[in-house]
């Protein structure tokens, strides 16, 4: 079964400073994609990052990077200088070469960025 | 360019009504997904639909159901409304689903509260 797990369900972090959002994944399929997405309160889902799982290099997107470690199944967000207006709730997504039309989210974490 | 319009954002309606909920994806879009969003079981995929024809089917009961138009314009219904069905409805939509990098963009979702 394919399954994405988000282990934490809060997280603080002051402005200005870094922070790292944890993802794992699991699938059976050798191809497949990982994804990054932010839901303001206002609930539409904002997307933020994209790893094949071909990808040699690790994704980045400007302050976002994913620290993609392919042979633990993890997919983590590193958010660089966090601002007031990054909290939100981030989830973890993926989608399989079986599977295309569907993605597959994890539980989400609620990031508060302090002042 | 527009993004994903779903309509209408805000529902209340009595158990045991129907309700039809409507998604217009962004211009050249094919393809049109659905998910719900509750406190309790998170993000779960409902359906995809890739031009007029349903490619994914999530675990739900037959009380939900989709189409998809020839425009791409999509709606989905869920008849015999219960308690449970109360959630937020988010719409996806991408170019294509393969490849598997194809990004998805979301609509703001339709809260929809059954009383």
């Known amino acids: 079964a394919q399954k994405i797990t988000q282990t934490q369900p809060g997280m603080f972090v002051q402005e200005k400073e870094a922070v790292t959002l944890d993802c794992t994944y699991d699938t059976s399929d050798p191809s497949y994609g990982l994804f990054w997405y932010k839901q303001p309160s206002s609930g539409e889902m904002i997307f933020l990052i994209y790893?094949?799982?071909?990808?040699?290099q690790n994704a980045t997107e400007g302050r976002y990077s994913l620290n993609f470690q392919k042979a633990r199944k993890s997919a983590n967000l590193v958010i660089s200088a966090s601002q007031l207006g990054d909290s939100a709730m981030y989830f973890c997504?993926?989608?399989?070469?079986?599977?295309?039309?569907?993605?597959?989210f994890g539980q989400g974490t609620t990031l508060q960025v302090k002042p | 360019k527009a993004g994903v319009t779903q309509t209408p954002r805000y529902l209340i309606k009595t158990r045991g009504q129907q309700v039809t909920l409507s998604c217009s994806p962004i211009s050249g879009h094919r393809s049109v997904s659905w998910y719900q969003q509750t406190p309790g079981q998170g993000l779960q995929f409902l359906f995809e639909y890739f031009s007029e024809t349903q490619r994914n089917k999530g675990n739900f009961p037959g009380r939900f159901s989709g189409r998809q138009f020839s425009n791409s314009r999509s709606e989905m219904n869920v008849s015999t409304l219960e308690l449970g069905d109360s959630a937020l409805y988010l719409c996806?939509?991408?170019?294509?689903?393969?490849?598997?990098?194809?990004?998805?963009?979301f609509g703001q979702g339709t809260r929809l509260t059954v009383v």
């Open positions: 997504a993926m989608r399989s070469i079986s599977n295309t039309g569907k993605l597959i």
């Open positions: 996806a939509s991408s170019l294509e689903a393969i490849p598997l990098g194809a990004e998805a963009f």
């Open positions: 790893q094949g799982s071909y990808d040699q």
